[in-house]
Nanobody, 119 residues
Framework: VQLQASGGGLGQAGGSLRLSCAASGDPFSRRAMGWYRQAPGKQREFVAGVTNGGRMDYADSVKGRFTISRDNAKNTIYLQMISLKPEDTAVYYC??????????????WGQGTQVTVSS
């Protein structure tokens, strides 16, 4: 499985950004897909995930602000981020897996895309 993330960059507090992750190499529709992030000096953490059945889960810190979605026809997932906060600053990683146990960091990972939110 290969994952290519894009869409990161610089955003302002209260603003929005959208991340994309294109997958290849395995039947996309059967895999759960997620986003994780790692801020400087911190461990990588779960942000949002969507199962192959379309169920979405979110970290408490992003509920109501971030929306994950998937397009099986394009083998792509998205992370729409609104009401950005400086604490959202991190490298965001796309993840592909067979299990929806989001607390376990397993599966395949993309290269990461930097999101920086200025106050």
């Amino acid at each position: 499985v290969q994952l290519q993330a894009s869409g990161g960059g610089l955003g302002q507090a209260g603003g929005s950004l959208r991340l994309s992750c294109a997958a290849s190499g395995d039947p996309f529709s059967r895999r759960a897909m997620g986003w994780y992030r790692q801020a400087p000096g911190k461990q990588r953490e779960f942000v949002a995930g969507v199962t192959n059945g379309g169920r979405m889960d979110y970290a408490d810190s992003v509920k109501g602000r971030f929306t994950i979605s998937r397009d099986n026809a394009k083998n792509t997932i998205y992370l729409q981020m609104i009401s950005l906060k400086p604490e959202d600053t991190a490298v965001y990683y796309c993840n592909s897996r067979l299990t929806q146990a989001w607390t376990t960091q397993v599966g395949y990972w993309g290269q990461g895309t930097q999101v920086t939110v200025s106050s």
